[in-house]
């Protein structure tokens, strides 16, 4: 099916665990972007990728790593996580041309213990 | 920092009625798209409209209207003929500045729709 796919849409972890969460792109979309939804925070960027190896951070980087060595895959991984990392994320992508439209992906639920 | 204000975190309306969801913005760029976001229940992010800045009139979709006052960096939704299926959270978002492929959330207005 063409669109994002995140995986997995629901996860609950341990404090200090290592934790990925992936995404998918069956476009050619040059950027990807990494956001984290909270109650009262709205919408805020972890990190963002212009293209394939090309990674910048975003408003809340720290404690998360991110890399793209493939334009269709951009994986956000926690690699210790925390309760403060508990949160809503939302990968999206940009269409290449035009106006700086999003399309996201449908969120991945995590639940750090 | 940039910032995005939606200064009514909750609002209703009555169904077939008209309500409007303000948001103000903060930028020193004169040429920028403004947007607004439905998410419903579902989670699922749907962009509702956009509005480019250099352009005077404002964009309409549907029952979706903007109201664009650029010197007052005003960016307002107004929903006409409220729907049931309108009932979510609606944010307002328009690009960082110095990096136009990033866009600026504000934190939401969750809209409900009464029979």
């Known amino acids: 099916d063409a669109g994002i796919t995140q995986s997995p849409r629901y996860k609950i972890t341990e404090t200090g665990r290592q934790v990925t969460l992936m995404c998918h792109q069956t476009w050619s979309h040059s950027y990807m972007f990494w956001y984290r939804q909270d109650l009262g925070h709205g919408l805020r960027l972890i990190y963002y990728?212009?293209?394939?190896?090309?990674?910048d951070k975003g408003e809340v980087p720290d404690g998360y790593v991110v890399s793209r060595s493939k334009t269709e895959n951009f994986p956000l991984t926690l690699e210790s996580a925390t309760r403060s990392q508990t949160s809503v994320y939302f990968c999206?992508?940009?269409?290449?041309?035009?106006?700086?439209?999003?399309?996201f992906g449908a969120g991945s639920r995590l639940t750090v213990l | 920092a940039q910032t995005v204000t939606q200064s009514q975190p909750e609002m209703s309306v009555q169904e077939a009625e008209t309500v409007t969801l303000s948001c103000t913005y903060d930028t020193s760029e004169s040429d920028y798209y403004l947007f607004w976001y439905k998410q419903p229940p579902s989670r699922q992010m749907i962009l509702v409209i956009r509005?480019?800045?250099?352009?005077?009139q404002n964009a309409t979709e549907n029952r979706f209207s903007v109201n664009f006052q650029k010197a007052a960096k005003s960016f307002s939704l107004k929903i006409s003929d409220s729907q049931l299926g309108d009932a979510a959270m609606y944010f307002c978002?328009?690009?960082?500045?110095?990096?136009?492929?990033?866009?600026?959330f504000g934190k939401g207005t969750k809209l409900t729709v009464n029979p």
């Open positions: 990728s212009a293209a394939a190896d090309i990674t």
């Open positions: 999206a992508t940009k269409v290449n041309s035009g106006a700086n439209v999003l399309t």
């Open positions: 509005q480019e800045a250099y352009k005077q």
């Open positions: 978002a328009y690009p960082s500045q110095g990096g136009s492929e990033k866009l600026v």
